[in-house]
């Protein structure tokens, strides 16, 4: 079974410039998510899907940040205008849709945005 | 809002000697996760603890949820260099209805394992 795929891995653009992160999670994860790791600080969490449907955004930093969902399966996560403090590991990741205390999540390479 | 800490930010040890890591939250926890994430890896689950007071055991590892589910520890005896990596907790604030999403994470413990 592949796991939860990001692309690209590594992304080097110029303050003001324009990215576009994708995820393609595990195949039958109706749950993906969206987390940031800024250098030296923790993994916070920025947004969940279920299925196409936001599920909670209010961890995305402003609203130079958009994330999309077509059709519930891969996602994309665009930046516009990117700026310094921008750069960063972005996660994805991805869980079944399942009640109550459980579920791990399965977390992609992550892509590093580095904005100059 | 919810804040998890978590110490050592660092930890260096003789391969053979033991590691903890200690996971302290502000506010008390459905659940609490464990990942490790490898250099230049990505996090990797370990366990969830979801009682109070429980103790899981995987192997070397011992993973502890603390009687008020606000703290947590995970404890590597003889630590081997297989075991070097960040190792993350996570958890879940009651009242999420035990979903884990939006987890808040640790900023995590960097283990390195001198052979």
């Known amino acids: 079974e592949a796991g939860v795929t990001q692309f690209p891995s590594h992304s080097v653009i110029e303050k003001g410039q324009t990215v576009t992160l994708r995820c393609d999670p595990i195949s039958g994860h109706d749950n993906l998510y969206w987390y940031r790791r800024v250098m030296g600080k923790e993994i916070k969490f920025l947004l969940h899907?279920?299925?196409?449907?936001?599920?909670?955004e209010s961890g995305m930093p402003n609203n130079r940040f958009l994330a999309e969902r077509t059709g519930g399966t891969y996602s994309t996560l665009k930046v516009q205008p990117a700026e310094l403090e921008d750069s960063g590991v972005y996660f994805c990741?991805?869980?079944?849709?399942?009640?109550?205390?459980?579920?791990?999540?399965?977390f992609g390479e992550g892509s590093r945005l580095t904005v100059l | 809002g919810q804040q998890v800490m978590q110490i050592p930010q660092y930890q260096h040890v003789q391969e053979g000697e033991d590691f903890t890591t200690y996971c302290n939250s502000s506010?008390?926890?459905?659940?609490i996760q464990w990942y490790k994430q490898r250099p230049g890896g990505h996090p990797v689950f370990l366990i969830q603890l979801v009682k109070s007071g429980e103790v899981k055991k995987q192997k070397r590892l011992t993973f502890q949820f603390g009687e008020a589910k606000k703290n947590s520890s995970l404890h590597i005896t003889a630590t081997q260099t297989t075991d070097v990596g960040t190792y993350f907790c996570a958890g879940t604030p009651v009242g999420r209805g035990g979903s884990n999403y939006k987890l808040t994470f640790g900023k995590g413990t960097l283990l390195t394992v001198n052979p």
């Open positions: 506010t008390t926890l459905s659940n």
């Open positions: 990741a991805s869980s079944h849709l399942r009640r109550g205390n459980t579920g791990e999540l399965f």
């Open positions: 899907f279920v299925k196409e449907s936001k599920q909670d």
